[in-house]
């Protein structure tokens, strides 16, 4: 089904346009946003992770763009690419990118260039994606609130999951294949197994959560969409440290990485970074009006 662009207001939340071209690193000073005492960044690990790469979906530019730690511009990729949504790289360094107004996955080398699959068969809007550690590719549709799964070459294959999801975001898989939905539609995160049965935790409590990400302790990670903030949560569900709310304004797509934590806040056109103890780091990168997604490996 295709949807229109009414829809794609929808999945945005209605957040306003931010009239900024351009990309553009964030000086790390408070005075550089405008704000008395303003929370300092925490600098001390740039440069000492393994993660180089930080990737950026804008769906109005139809662009990914890939940048370094320092928040340099690498490249931007634009093929095949039509109001790209959330995007993830698996353990090999694929790009996959969820396009909603052509019902399409696409996805890329590191170098940018189209590769295989291109998964076009049992979509609705889609506007997310996460792979699993075997190859598997999960696709969350907007459109019909369905999680659908693939084989690596693009096949579509069972569990086809429906229940508990509605309206999701940018989802996740863990090391065990438990995948993780964010729900706008009923505001919360719910899990399943690759089986499609329903899992642990299921965290409610938020509102319009557009995004999820796990790191390898099981951490949960939860762009809490209009409450401005990003959650934390054990393997159980029940909340931890850090809230993170420094610098986010209507946070969509989140990844974590060696030990950071990247943000796409739609609201403020930028991708903000924070160490998994809440403090913000480096990369800060702004100019990035309708930015919708955010992947690092």
């Known amino acids: ?30 005075a550089s946003f405008g704000l008395a005492g303003a929370q300092r960044f925490d600098v001390s690990d740039v440069g000492a992770a393994s993660t180089t790469h930080v990737f950026v979906s804008t769906y109005q530019n139809n662009t990914v763009t890939e940048f370094d730690l320092r928040g340099r511009r690498i490249r931007t990729i634009t093929g095949g690419l039509s109001s790209p949504q959330c995007i993830t790289i698996d353990a090999k360094g694929k790009i ?18 189209r590769t295989t699959p291109t998964i076009r068969t049992g979509l609705s809007f889609p506007v997310g994606v996460a ?8 696709v969350a549709n907007y459109g019909n609130s369905t999680i659908t799964a693939y084989a690596p070459n693009g096949q579509r294959i069972t569990p086809s999951i429906s229940s508990g999801v509605s309206k999701p975001g940018c989802i996740a898989v863990d090391a065990n294949a438990k995948l993780y939905v964010p729900n706008q539609g009923n505001n919360t995160v719910t899990t399943y197994t690759s089986k499609g049965s329903h899992a642990t935790p299921t965290i409610g409590g938020l509102q319009s959560p557009a995004g999820v990400t796990v790191d390898a302790a099981g951490h949960i990670y939860v762009a809490d969409t209009f409450a ?7 393997t159980l569900g029940r909340r931890l440290a850090p809230t993170i709310t420094a610098q986010i304004s209507q946070p969509i797509g989140i990844a974590v990485a060696s030990g950071r934590i990247y ?14 103890a809440g403090r913000q780091t480096t990369p800060a990168i702004g100019g ?10």
């Open 1 to 30: 089904m295709r949807m229109q662009i009414d829809d794609m207001t929808e999945f945005q939340a209605r957040l306003p346009r931010v009239a900024r071209t351009g990309a553009t690193v964030l000086a790390l000073s408070a």
């Open 96 to 113: 996959y990118v969820a396009n909603a107004t052509n019902n399409t996955v696409t996805t890329y080398t590191q170098a940018g260039a």
């Open 131 to 138: 792979v699993e550690a075997s190859g598997i590719i999960h």
């Open 228 to 234: 401005n903030r990003i959650m934390t949560y054990d």
């Open 263 to 276: 943000v796409a806040n739609r609201a403020g056109g930028d991708e903000t970074t924070y160490t998994t």
């Open 288 to 297: 990035l009006p309708n930015i919708t997604g955010v992947a690092a490996y």
